[in-house]
């Protein structure tokens, strides 16, 4: 499976961008999927994530109630629609895939196969 994120880019705070997760290969459409983000220094860190079906999400508290993780199977796509946007959500956001039915929030790096190259989002205060 190889992911490719795109959407990122420059928003004023208070704006919305929706990053998109794009996949091919055999089985995404099975897989649980997760949105992460890093910024220079720190440890990769937990946005959201979704089981197969898209019937489960799961959020960081930083950003649940402005952020909203979405998946269309038929297009193989993740999406993650931020609104509310702050300065501090500024980092390169990444996205995820597992084919192991783990269970759970799935929030740890250490759950997923698959993982994207990265798009960069900037937000200017």
């Known amino acids: 499976v190889q992911l490719v994120e795109s959407g990122g880019g420059l928003v004023r705070a208070g704006g919305s961008l929706t990053l998109s997760c794009a996949a091919s290969?055999?089985?995404?459409?099975?897989?649980?999927v997760g949105w992460f983000r890093q910024t220079p220094g720190k440890t990769r860190e937990f946005v959201a994530a979704?089981?197969?079906?898209?019937?489960?999400?799961y959020y960081a508290d930083s950003v649940k109630g402005r952020f909203t993780i979405a998946r269309d199977n038929a297009k193989n796509t993740v999406y993650l629609q931020m609104n509310s946007l702050k300065a501090e959500d500024t980092a390169v956001f990444y996205c995820?895939?597992?084919?192991?039915?783990?269970?759970?929030?799935?929030?740890?790096?250490?759950?997923?196969?698959?993982w994207g190259q990265g798009t960069q989002v900037t937000v200017s205060s």
């Open positions: 995820a895939a597992t084919s192991f039915p783990w269970g759970g929030r799935y929030s740890s790096p250490a759950q997923y196969d698959y």
């Open positions: 290969g055999g089985g995404f459409s099975s897989y649980p």
């Open positions: 979704i089981n197969w079906t898209g019937g489960s999400t």
